[in-house]
């Protein structure tokens, strides 16, 4: 979540320079990074009213910067970034157009947020949004909105999202851009899962994916079904889910998507008790060397297909991966580490450990607004000691085969072609 006491404080960028506290060292590569996007910021800061007046200081500052970032790794994308942006808010400010660094502070912000950086990410978006201002094309004004939008949801910010994407919306009515419309309207579907009503979000996705289908827009039908793979799944439904993620897999188009979609379709082939499907789908995730969430959300399902073979050795394995990525995860993800690692220990018979890590569990999600989570820990919790095998009730546990349908069967078929 973002630091509050920071945001109060008034100072600029304040999470870069919470980052760069929080490094190792003064000459570590991070404190040099976060110092760097910093006065790269600062930089960009002055394009918010540039006047010919200050040419000398924005020179100075420019001057400044470069330096500084000549000093950051060569090979580092963040530093590339930076670099980057440095440059175009010079060409910005000389051509007196700062729509010309809203390219690169939009590809930051996408980096950042790749990277689990979403308090960072969030910042650049900010920077955008206040130093464009009416400057900014339609096209941009949509893009940064729906940016911002997708990081405050990933953030639990839903209230925050919710508005950005009605604006986006609105936005994209009136420039006659239907594709952002379709993408806000998903977004909003997501804010409203997110918030656990689950029915109210399957029927926006239902409507969205005709609507897409009747613009023949390929990729918005791809994220409406992915979406309701990610309803459905997490309704307890995931027989159903799997036809709607693996046709997602099919339509998407970028390697990234695919990824996430693979990486969706794994946890739900474990929930319908196919592992060795799952762990074919999940296995090539995590060869493809995906984004941060990706991979974490893989592990810990690698960690729940263990557990389910009740592989002890395994378990702790992959246990012991996740426990190296905690602190780079969001709520929702370490929310589910800790849920999936107490269904691990219950079915190794660790009843003690399994509620101290779904008591771990609970006391992130309540306050982080998780309420579909905070619904299956305590009924989970409720059960703990009654069960002796493994936990077999609700969507959280792994069901018997016989859930399995003609569609799921051959999507597992579909998925031999990968090894595992």
Same mark, same amino acid.
């Given at each position: 979540?973002?630091? *509050?006491?920071?945001?109060?404080?008034?100072?600029?960028?304040?999470?870069?320079?919470?980052?760069? +506290?929080?490094?190792?060292?003064?000459? %570590?590569?991070?404190?040099?990074? $976060?110092?760097?996007?910093?006065? /790269?910021?600062?930089?960009?800061?002055?394009?918010?009213?540039?006047?010919?007046?200050?040419?000398?200081?924005?020179?100075?500052?420019?001057?400044?910067?470069?330096?500084?970032?000549?000093?950051?790794? +060569?090979?580092?994308?963040?530093?590339?970034?930076?670099?980057?942006?440095?440059?175009?808010?010079?060409?910005?400010?000389?051509?007196?157009?700062?729509?010309? +660094?809203?390219?690169?502070?939009?590809?930051?912000?996408?980096?950042?947020?790749?990277?689990?950086?979403?308090?960072?990410?969030?910042?650049?978006? @900010?920077?955008?949004?206040?130093?464009?201002?009416?400057?900014?094309?339609?096209?941009?004004?949509?893009?940064?909105?729906? =940016?911002? *939008?997708?990081?405050?949801?990933?953030?639990?910010?839903?209230?925050?999202?919710?508005?950005?994407?009605?604006?986006?919306?609105?936005?994209?009515?009136?420039?006659?851009?239907?594709?952002?419309?379709?993408?806000?309207?998903? !977004?909003?579907?997501?804010?409203?899962?997110?918030? !656990?009503?689950?029915? @109210?979000?399957?029927?926006?996705?239902?409507?969205?994916?005709?609507? %897409?289908? *009747?613009?023949?827009?390929?990729?918005?039908?791809?994220?409406?079904?992915?979406?309701?793979?990610?309803?459905? $799944?997490?309704?307890?439904?995931?027989?159903?889910?799997?036809?709607?993620?693996?046709?997602?897999?099919?339509?998407?188009?970028?390697?990234?998507?695919?990824?996430? /979609?693979? $990486?969706?379709?794994?946890?739900?082939?474990?929930?319908?008790?196919?592992?060795?499907?799952?762990?074919?789908?999940?296995?090539?995730?995590?060869?493809?060397?995906?984004?941060?969430?990706?991979?974490?959300?893989?592990?810990?399902?690698?960690?729940?297909? #263990?557990?389910?073979?009740?592989?002890?050795?395994?378990?702790?394995?992959?246990?012991?991966?996740?426990?190296?990525?905690?602190?780079?995860?969001?709520?929702?993800?370490?929310?589910?580490?800790?849920?999936?690692?107490?269904?691990?220990? #219950? =079915?190794? =018979?660790?009843?003690?450990?399994?509620?101290?890590?779904?008591?771990?569990?609970?006391?992130? /999600?309540?306050?982080? !607004?998780?309420?579909?989570?905070?619904?299956?820990?305590?009924?989970?919790?409720?059960?703990?000691?009654?069960?002796?095998?493994?936990?077999?009730?609700?969507?959280? *546990?792994? #069901?018997?085969?016989?859930?399995?349908?003609?569609?799921?069967?051959?999507?597992?078929?579909?998925? /031999?072609?990968?090894?595992?």
């Amino acid at each position: 979540m973002r630091d *509050a006491a920071l945001r109060q404080s008034g100072l600029p960028h304040a999470v870069f320079l919470r980052r760069l +506290a929080g490094a190792p060292s003064a000459g %570590a590569a991070d404190a040099r990074l $976060s110092q760097g996007a910093f006065l /790269a910021l600062r930089l960009v800061d002055l394009l918010e009213n540039p006047q010919p007046l200050y040419a000398d200081a924005f020179h100075y500052q420019h001057a400044a910067t470069e330096r500084s970032c000549r000093d950051l790794p +060569a090979d580092d994308v963040e530093a590339a970034h930076l670099v980057g942006l440095v440059r175009s808010a010079a060409d910005a400010f000389q051509e007196q157009d700062v729509r010309l +660094a809203l390219p690169a502070l939009l590809a930051y912000a996408h980096h950042l947020e790749d990277v689990l950086m979403l308090d960072q990410a969030l910042d650049v978006l @900010e920077t955008a949004t206040r130093v464009g201002g009416e400057r900014m094309a339609a096209s941009d004004a949509i893009a940064v909105r729906l =940016r911002t *939008a997708r990081v405050l949801r990933k953030l639990n910010a839903f209230d925050e999202a919710d508005v950005l994407y009605a604006e986006a919306r609105v936005l994209a009515a009136s420039a006659g851009d239907r594709s952002s419309e379709l993408l806000s309207r998903i !977004g909003r579907a997501y804010t409203v899962l997110g918030r !656990g009503n689950l029915p @109210e979000a399957e029927q926006h996705l239902h409507e969205i994916l005709r609507d %897409a289908e *009747a613009s023949r827009d390929r990729r918005n039908q791809a994220l409406a079904h992915q979406g309701l793979g990610v309803v459905l $799944s997490t309704a307890g439904q995931p027989a159903e889910a799997i036809p709607h993620t693996w046709r997602a897999f099919e339509l998407l188009e970028d390697e990234p998507s695919r990824t996430r /979609a693979l $990486s969706d379709l794994g946890l739900m082939l474990l929930a319908v008790g196919d592992p060795d499907g799952a762990e074919r789908a999940l296995a090539q995730v995590l060869r493809s060397g995906s984004f941060q969430d990706v991979i974490q959300n893989v592990l810990i399902e690698l960690m729940h297909c #263990a557990s389910y073979r009740r592989d002890r050795v395994g378990f702790e394995r992959w246990r012991e991966r996740c426990e190296a990525e905690k602190l780079g995860m969001p709520p929702n993800i370490l929310v589910d580490f800790y849920l999936k690692a107490g269904i691990g220990r #219950a =079915r190794f =018979r660790q009843f003690d450990r399994a509620e101290a890590m779904l008591d771990a569990a609970l006391r992130i /999600a309540e306050p982080a !607004g998780l309420h579909e989570f905070v619904f299956r820990i305590e009924r989970i919790k409720a059960g703990l000691r009654e069960c002796e095998t493994s936990l077999c009730v609700g969507p959280e *546990a792994v #069901a018997e085969p016989a859930v399995q349908n003609d569609a799921v069967r051959e999507v597992s078929a579909s998925l /031999a072609r990968f090894e595992r």
